[in-house]
């Protein structure tokens, strides 16, 4: 049961490369929609392997809803969106479809990343590029979100443990806690205050080419919201049964949200039908 935090990155980036030969596609690559032979969004290989989900005692800023870190199995490979996906994106689907927003939203544009969507549309949106390119698109769940964010990392980031507005779209007023005292929030004079996410990409991504998973916009997963990892499947690839529960993880952080709310382990519920300016998406696609 080896971790693959345990592997170096030229090992990381080897597995990655076998995983996507194993499959048949690049490293990095995207389908093609049916209806207008236009490319589908931009997905990278994650390979299999075993990880850490959670935060340690002793990480600066962290909850205890991401305790107990628990050893989880990503038994298979997917694919994950390099980016959240984007207003563009998202748009090729209202043409064809006829969705159209309520008048009384803020709404993105171009590359920015799609928000104020409620998880019932993007489950159409899921289901229309499915049909659009044959293969099966869905929401990631938190652990494979979190393996695919770390990338083999175990700090609070895939940066490290600290990081400014120069890596993460963050609130600017609310940086990472001082590192002796664990507290001294305090402006950071360097970063301007964001009103608005960011175009994807615009931050470095981490090893195996995954942008803006910290910062930016929040990402829905499929998992079911609980207050702790005791529960959390030992298979990455599980969703566990909702039963009565309405609310939903999600993972990232924002440019609305303190910088501590970023991190990998990171995690905060949100209803099922729940839009905001600060909620986005990410993909998975099925490999095989």
């Not at 080897?14 to 049916?34: H, K």
């Not at 964010?149 to 507005?165: E, K, N, P, V």
């Not at 205050?193 to 990402?219: C, F, I, R, S, Y």
């Amino acid at each position: 049961m080896r971790l693959v935090a345990e592997l170096d990155a030229t090992a990381l980036r080897m597995a990655q490369q076998r995983a996507a030969n194993a499959v048949g596609v690049s490293v990095y690559f995207s389908d093609t929609l049916l209806f207008d032979g236009s490319k589908g969004p931009d997905m990278a290989v994650i390979p299999p392997g075993w990880f850490e989900i959670g935060s340690s005692e002793n990480e600066i800023g962290r909850n205890a809803d991401e305790s107990p870190q628990k050893r989880v199995h990503v038994s298979k490979a997917f694919a994950i969106g390099r980016f959240t996906v984007t207003a563009e994106e998202w748009a090729i689907f209202a043409t064809h479809t006829g969705f159209r927003p309520g008048r009384e939203l803020i709404w993105p544009k171009g590359r920015e990343p799609i928000v104020n969507v409620r998880t019932p549309d993007v489950l159409r949106y899921l289901a229309w590029l499915s049909a659009e390119t044959g293969f099966h698109y869905r929401l990631p769940t938190e652990a494979e979100w979190e393996y695919a964010a770390r990338a083999g990392t175990t700090g609070a980031f895939h940066y490290g443990d600290d990081i400014s507005c120069k890596e993460v779209s963050f609130r600017s007023n609310f940086p990472m806690p001082d590192k002796k005292t664990g507290r001294s929030w305090s402006f950071f004079p360097r970063c301007a205050p964001m009103q608005w996410a960011m175009e994807v990409g615009t931050k470095q991504p981490n090893l195996w080419g995954l942008h803006d998973v910290h910062g930016n916009v929040w990402e829905l997963t499929s998992t079911p919201w609980q207050p702790n990892h005791l529960m959390t499947p030992r298979d990455a690839h599980e969703v566990p049964r909702a039963g009565n529960n309405v609310r939903i993880v999600t993972k990232g952080g924002s440019w609305f949200d303190p910088a501590a709310a970023s991190r990998s382990a990171s995690r905060w519920p949100r209803m099922t039908d729940e839009l905001d300016v600060n909620l986005g998406f990410r993909l998975v696609r099925e490999l095989g």
